[in-house]
């Protein structure tokens, strides 16, 4: 099998396997329990907690442990709340009843960020052709009554890394007119850093956002684990009330391996940063060498292991499946959308055709692949492509002389 869909799904690396072990199996107390093991186990969980904070450059008491990124995506949106009203109950009732014009998200976002945005009424920024926020639009688009932006540091689909600080530091500039003309309303910056975090240096402060999403399933670390960095001033609700865990903000008893595990994940990322981004960008770099007759989409400002590639004219969606059958796993676009046969709103929102559309592949390099594994890929792709553009000439060929 060559996988290359890490950006749908990483393999928990075996070292954290190792590291969750003993919290399942002899360390298994609940850290609120009140004999000394218990005690031991909280402490090691706070620990973890800022293992994780610090690669951000943040503290463990920022950070809010969740069950992976859509949960994290979700609470992000409830510092919008003032206490009330969650997006499910926003969901319920459609939004005109609402006047909710205060959230602006990026138009390619991942469903967890953009379904929560549009039940909070929220309105779309545009990208450029390039899949990167269109600046123009956002600040067009930001009004006194703006109080929430949600733009990924990393698009999942096209690898796209999003200029946040640029657009941190123009919202500095209108926070300071807002103060000088007496509006006290909050302007908040979220960021979906999930595809990110593997392969990038991320800081929150020079980054300048006020919550942070991050996803252990993507940096080979367990899935259904995740976090929301959150800055002091902001106010959130909690999406589930009960024991009071996580400062009261996401109750419920903590997933003690899942966040020891991600914190050994994020351990490894860190040490591996800079090598595994120049090796990245030497196995992209061979890989579209060695294939050929396609369309490179996703060119410029993205992180080196995502490759969008589009076949003109030819079903992507045929392609996958030709492909697993000689054991290449690849993918048309993220896939809890693909799983349900929706075309892709991020290469719709890039400018591209219906038939460029059907025609992406988006291959997503990761730590089971190595140069080999990406010769050896391209060649069954190049392969299965040429035969499939062969099968379409002889069928047009057929129907022609069937009239
Ligand atoms: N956000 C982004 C950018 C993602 O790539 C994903 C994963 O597919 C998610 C959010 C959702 O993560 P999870 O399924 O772990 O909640």
């Known amino acids: 099998m060559i996988y290359l869909d890490h950006a749908a799904a990483t393999p928990v690396d075996r070292r954290v396997l190792e590291a969750m072990e003993p919290y399942f199996v002899s360390d298994f107390f609940n850290p609120s329990a009140a004999y ?54 926003s969901l319920a009732r459609p939004s005109s009843h609402h006047r909710h014009p205060s959230v602006l998200y990026l138009e390619t976002e991942h469903d967890s960020v953009r379904r929560t945005a549009q039940a909070y009424g929220g309105e779309a920024i545009r990208v450029q052709s390039n899949g990167v926020v ?28 999003q200029p946040l600080a640029e657009i941190s530091s123009f919202l ?19 960021s979906d850093a999930s595809q990110g975090l593997n392969l990038l240096e991320i800081n929150v402060a020079r980054l ?6 991050l996803n252990a399933a993507k940096v080979y670390g367990p899935k259904g684990v995740g976090a929301l960095y959150v800055s002091h001033e902001v106010r959130l609700s909690p999406l589930t009330v009960g024991g009071g865990q996580e400062n009261g903000l996401r109750s419920g008893t ?51 292991n995502f490759v969008v590639i589009c076949y003109n004219g030819i079903d992507a969606e045929r392609l996958i499946y030709l492909l697993e059958e000689r054991g290449v796993y690849v993918a048309t676009g993220a896939a809890c959308a693909a799983s349900k046969g929706i075309r892709s709103h991020v290469l719709a929102a890039i400018g591209l055709t ?22 050896k890929a391209a060649h069954i792709i190049n392969e299965v492509v040429k035969d499939e553009r062969e099968r379409i000439v002889r069928r047009s060929h057929k129907l022609r002389n069937e009239k």
């Open 36 to 89: 000394l093991p218990a005690k031991k186990v909280a402490a090691e969980y706070e620990t973890a907690k800022g293992t994780i904070a610090h690669a951000i450059g943040a503290k463990a008491s920022d950070l809010v442990m969740t069950a992976g990124a859509t949960e994290a995506n979700n609470l992000a949106f409830s510092a919008l709340r003032n206490g009330a009203e969650s997006a499910s109950q």
């Open 134 to 161: 269109d600046l123009e639009d956002l600040k067009s688009k930001i009004t006194d009554d703006t109080e929430l932006i949600s733009i990924a540091l990393v698009n999942n689909e096209l690898g796209v890394i």
């Open 172 to 190: 500095r500039e209108i926070k300071l007119r807002r103060m000088q003309k007496g509006i006290r309303k909050q302007l908040l910056l979220h």
């Open 208 to 213: 300048g956002v006020d919550l942070l999403t």
């Open 254 to 304: 903590e997933n003690v391996p899942g966040v020891i595990g991600f914190a050994k994940a994020v351990e490894l990322a860190r040490e591996h940063l800079n090598g595994n981004r120049k090796k990245y960008a030497e196995w992209r770099r061979i890989l579209l060498s060695e294939l050929s007759d396609y369309e490179l989409i996703n060119k410029k400002h993205v992180l080196d």
């Open 354 to 375: 219906e038939a460029q559309i059907a025609g992406s592949l988006r291959i997503t390099l990761g730590e089971t692949n190595d140069e080999e594994h990406l010769r």
